[in-house]
């Protein structure tokens, strides 16, 4: 069965970060996985763009209850009219998530990837941590850059 990958990261992006988000989209085209993302602009627009431009293929779970301000780079752009609650449904489609940097939004998500024990690689993102429980672990593996972070997204599934 094919690999489903979400892309997490802000909305509104530094060039940074959307240049490492461009760059994780071309990697999970290359590695014949399925792009799952939020489906709007910054981050997931431009994992979107990266995907597209390697012809691979790309599902934008979109909050509002019709296609408007979708990337025009996804595949496919699937209306929920959940708001933030379509983030369960990004991270449900998903076999594994990669954070890029990242705002709340992204926050949210990561935290139903570990709930739902999917594998969350983080490239410059939240560090996890609890006050109870220090001697446990932050959850999130580490990349230094895309094309380890795809390597590291795939090897943990």
Same mark, same amino acid.
Do not use: Q
């Given at each position: 069965?094919?690999?489903?990958?979400?892309?997490?990261?802000?909305?509104?992006?530094?060039?940074?970060?959307?240049?490492?988000?461009?760059?994780?989209?071309?990697?999970?085209?290359?590695?014949?996985?399925?792009?799952?993302?939020?489906?709007?602009?910054? +981050?997931? &627009? %431009?994992?979107?763009?990266?995907?597209?431009?390697? $012809?691979?293929? /790309?599902?934008?779970? @979109?909050?509002?209850? #019709?296609?408007?301000?979708?990337?025009?780079?996804?595949?496919?752009?699937?209306?929920?009219?959940?708001?933030?609650?379509?983030?369960?449904?990004?991270?449900? +489609?998903? &076999? %594994?998530?990669?954070?890029?940097?990242?705002?709340? $939004?992204?926050? /949210?998500?990561?935290? @139903?990837?570990?709930? #739902?024990?999917?594998?969350?690689?983080?490239?410059?993102?939240?560090?996890?941590?609890?006050?109870?429980?220090?001697?446990?672990?932050?959850?999130?593996?580490?990349?230094? &850059?895309?094309?380890?972070?795809?390597?590291?997204?795939?090897?943990?599934?």
């Amino acid at each position: 069965m094919t690999t489903y990958i979400a892309v997490c990261g802000p909305a509104e992006a530094s060039p940074e970060e959307a240049a490492l988000a461009e760059a994780v989209g071309r990697e999970i085209a290359r590695a014949g996985a399925i792009l799952i993302c939020g489906g709007l602009g910054g +981050a997931m &627009d %431009a994992a979107a763009r990266g995907c597209a431009n390697e $012809g691979g293929t /790309s599902i934008g779970i @979109l909050p509002g209850e #019709t296609r408007a301000g979708a990337s025009p780079h996804l595949t496919l752009a699937v209306p929920t009219g959940l708001g933030e609650a379509r983030n369960v449904l990004v991270v449900r +489609a998903a &076999d %594994a998530v990669i954070a890029v940097s990242g705002e709340y $939004g992204t926050l /949210s998500e990561i935290a @139903l990837a570990l709930k #739902t024990a999917r594998p969350v690689v983080g490239l410059g993102t939240w560090r996890l941590a609890h006050d109870s429980r220090p001697d446990h672990p932050d959850p999130i593996l580490r990349s230094t &850059d895309p094309v380890d972070a795809v390597r590291v997204a795939l090897a943990a599934l």
